[in-house]
């Protein structure tokens, strides 16, 4: 198992980012992410913190970042109120509980210049489903037939929520049949394409010239991963990156009040948020779990330490759909008498609670690409000492990899609930028994049977009401325990155009993304 500490940024690692040239520079026609000689042309520099595995949109959460490179699309697309669009698709309807017929658009092309028509289509889905877990859950689907530009697709089950999960970047399309360099070069229907790949460093992208959506703003762009937002601050305060993701919140002021840089956010759906390992004892007591979420306070939390670049959770879900759920509340003094009443008690006097011989000691591990996050874990080690819970706090290299090891009592993320604008995507993957993404075994046999109803209903008024008793029910629980919700914001440079940020993160790059002349 792989540890790293968080260190201070030197100068020499934004020294690494190269000898770019901003935007602001005294040559109006290019911007820092040119580089190539060519005053004409129009190139941006965007930089974050995380990286993908690869750029195959069709493993693990990949697809995300190739969304947002501007290299792929998928059929159906979210607005900036989460709703479902077609995008690919012409149009579509559902003749039956489980039969779906999907009309393409005609003309569009892969970056290749092959034809994008319903057999492409179903080849492209039917690999996301052989090569990506969630794919399976959340698509349900038995068979595909293709014919022209219509796709029939055949669910084992109803699937109410179908045109809403293929929002989701697993679901990019892609040309199998031309996916030998899938890795490196996905063959996709976006604006851009990959021209440069170097693994968790760089990617580098230029214009699809073959694209099929209509004019393309930018001749190319490059995408810098550096090591953590103190780095991203700094790169982007020297003018080496024009669009940053992932700003530290602490940093943001310095932004509002330069005019020389503008920012786009959006209340997004991202969650800080504890994941819990039933197979740890202690977790097991729910007065245990009770007593953790009575420690946090929220409102400071998210006021304080994070700097308003989030919201105090009131329940599971931001307050802007109407199963976000309620009641998580402040209370020290509730959870030191609950634990007590439990039979905790502190024989060596230590400070640290035992029960049955056992010290009540847990461990936490998180990553340190979200900033908020090893500082909401530093907090809540303080305040649950104050109960007599001792938490070992771990910053840990690759937190999907350890949670699917078991490697923790509790695991702090920065998880977004509605990536598809829909109750169901984390409903099923980490709130039912044996969703993909619920590391920690979390189970309740009504929440399993509340899904399967979920599951299977079209009407949008008994979704919710079905979806509010699911969250009110892991809530009573404790299931899992959120701490607040991120806003999703994009500092950029004044002479960014186009740039908006999305509450979904799938959306960055795109054929409109420019620069001012």
């Known amino acids: 198992m792989?540890?790293?500490?968080?260190?201070?940024?030197?100068?020499?690692?934004?020294?690494?980012?190269?000898?770019?040239?901003?935007?602001?520079?005294?040559?109006?026609?290019?911007?820092?992410g040119g580089n190539t000689g060519k005053d004409s042309e129009k190139s941006l520099v965007f930089a974050d913190t995380q990286a993908p595995n690869?750029?195959?949109?069709?493993?693990?959460?990949?697809?995300?970042?190739?969304?947002?490179?501007?290299?792929?699309?998928?059929?159906?697309?979210?607005?900036?109120?989460?709703?479902?669009?077609?995008?690919?698709?012409?149009?579509?309807?559902?003749?039956?509980d489980t039969t779906w017929v999907f009309k393409l658009k005609d003309g569009i092309t892969f970056s290749n210049g092959n034809k994008v028509d319903a057999e492409a289509v179903k080849a492209s889905l039917e690999n996301t489903i052989k090569e990506n877990d969630r794919a399976v859950e959340l698509y349900n689907i038995d068979s595909m037939e293709a014919d022209g530009?219509?796709?029939?697709?055949?669910?084992?089950?109803?699937?109410?929520?179908?045109?809403?999960?293929?929002?989701?970047?697993?679901?990019?399309?892609?040309?199998?049949?031309?996916?030998?360099?899938?890795?490196?070069?996905?063959?996709?229907?976006?604006?851009?394409?990959a021209t440069g790949y170097k693994e968790k460093t760089q990617f580098d992208v230029a214009k699809n010239e073959n694209y099929w959506g209509g004019d393309v703003k930018l001749d190319s762009a490059t995408f810098k991963v550096l090591a953590d937002t103190s780095a991203l601050d700094m790169a982007t305060k020297s003018g080496e990156v024009d669009v940053a993701v992932s700003m530290p919140n602490s940093s943001l002021d310095d932004y509002k009040n330069d005019d020389n840089y503008t920012i786009s956010s959006n209340p997004g759906s991202r969650a800080q948020m504890l994941f819990l390992n039933y197979s740890n004892k202690f977790i097991q007591d729910k007065n245990v779990r009770e007593a953790i979420s009575l420690c946090i306070d929220r409102d400071k939390y998210n006021e304080t330490l994070n700097k308003g670049g989030s919201t105090a959770a009131k329940g599971l879900y931001p307050t802007y759909v109407s199963y976000c759920g309620s009641g998580y509340e402040f209370n020290v003094d509730k959870a030191k008498k609950l634990l007590q009443d439990a039979g905790y008690k502190d024989t060596d006097n230590?400070?640290?609670?035992?029960?049955?011989?056992?010290?009540?000691?847990?461990?936490?591990?998180?990553?340190?690409?979200?900033?908020?996050?090893?500082?909401?874990?530093?907090?809540?080690?303080?305040?649950?000492?104050?109960?007599?819970?001792?938490?070992?706090?771990?910053?840990?290299?690759?937190?999907?990899?350890?949670?699917?090891?078991?490697?923790?009592?509790?695991?702090?993320?920065?998880?977004?609930?509605?990536?598809?604008?829909?109750?169901?995507y984390f409903i099923d993957i980490a709130f039912t028994s044996t969703g993909s993404s619920n590391y920690g075994k979390y189970s309740n046999k009504e929440v399993d049977?509340?899904?399967?109803?979920?599951?299977?209903?079209?009407?949008?008024?008994?979704?919710?009401?079905?979806?509010?008793?699911?969250?009110?029910?892991?809530m009573d629980d404790y299931g899992y325990?959120?701490?607040?919700?991120?806003?999703?914001?994009?500092?950029?440079?004044?002479?960014?155009?186009?740039c908006v940020a999305n509450p979904s993160e799938y959306y960055l790059l795109d054929a409109n993304v420019d620069i001012q002349e």
């Open 54 to 96: 690869n750029l195959n949109p069709h493993q693990d959460w990949n697809g995300w970042y190739v969304s947002r490179y501007g290299i792929g699309e998928t059929l159906f697309k979210l607005d900036d109120k989460l709703n479902v669009e077609p995008f690919l698709i012409d149009t579509y309807e559902n003749t039956d």
């Open 149 to 193: 530009l219509t796709l029939t697709v055949k669910t084992k089950d109803a699937n109410p929520g179908l045109p809403a999960s293929l929002c989701e970047p697993m679901g990019i399309i892609m040309d199998v049949n031309d996916k030998e360099n899938s890795d490196t070069n996905p063959i996709c229907t976006g604006p851009f394409v």
């Open 2 to 32: 792989k540890f790293k500490k968080l260190i201070a940024v030197s100068s020499a690692l934004i020294m690494s980012l190269g000898l770019l040239t901003g935007c602001s520079s005294s040559n109006s026609n290019s911007s820092s």
């Open 350 to 424: 230590d400070g640290i609670l035992e029960k049955d011989g056992e010290k009540l000691s847990l461990k936490l591990i998180t990553y340190s690409t979200k900033a908020e996050l090893p500082t909401f874990s530093e907090a809540l080690k303080s305040q649950l000492a104050e109960i007599g819970v001792d938490l070992d706090v771990q910053i840990v290299d690759n937190i999907t990899d350890e949670c699917k090891n078991g490697n923790f009592d509790i695991s702090l993320w920065s998880f977004t609930m509605l990536p598809t604008g829909d109750p169901q």
């Open 481 to 498: 325990i959120a701490i607040g919700h991120a806003n999703y914001t994009y500092v950029m440079n004044k002479k960014v155009q186009n």
């Open 449 to 474: 049977s509340l899904t399967k109803e979920l599951d299977s209903e079209f009407d949008t008024k008994k979704r919710d009401e079905i979806a509010t008793d699911i969250v009110n029910k892991v």
